[in-house]
């Protein structure tokens, strides 16, 4: 690590800690004009791409979920933070089981099940547009099987 003041290349870390998940912050001494400066390591992510059901690759975009999630849960009981909660474990998912790409259906598929067990309305909502609802019977064809088990 090179020092900021003198430009020396010779450090020693003084004291490690994690400072956000997955970031270290690092406080140093440099060798040579005794000064101290603190970093910050950050794991360098390889971006992850989203892969379209027509084969076009986009970057992920975690707010994109949100976004999707939240419009579902317009006027439902379901507060930011369970929206939250489904968006991280989603996340870390796709993290755990995808390095490069991680097909659009996995994220659909998944985003639907949690909001199964949250709301049934709300899942109902991303339903119609995650698969494309044309008609009415598209509905109850969702929703005959919900019915069942409820009673």
């Known amino acids: ?39 910050y390591e950050k794991i360098e992510e390889s971006p ?30 379901v507060s930011p933070d369970q929206i939250e909660s489904i968006v991280a474990q989603i996340e870390a998912e796709i993290y755990e089981n995808f390095d ?16 199964k067990n949250v709301d049934q309305v709300a899942f109902v909502r991303f339903a119609s547009v995650y698969r494309n609802f044309t008609d009415a019977n598209d509905f109850v064809t969702e929703i005959q099987p919900m019915l069942r088990t409820d009673d």
């Open 100 to 115: 490069r790409e991680v097909p659009s259906r996995f994220i659909g598929e998944r985003v639907s099940t949690e909001l």
């Open 1 to 39: 690590m090179m020092c900021p003041f003198c430009r020396d290349g010779e450090t020693k870390v003084i004291d490690s800690r994690l400072s956000q998940p997955f970031s270290v912050r690092r406080r140093r001494e440099c060798l040579a004009c005794g000064k101290r400066f603190t970093t």
């Open 48 to 77: 992850l791409k989203v892969v379209k059901k027509d084969g076009a690759r986009i970057p992920f975009d975690r707010m994109k979920m949100v976004k999707g999630i939240e419009t579902a849960c317009y006027k439902r009981p």
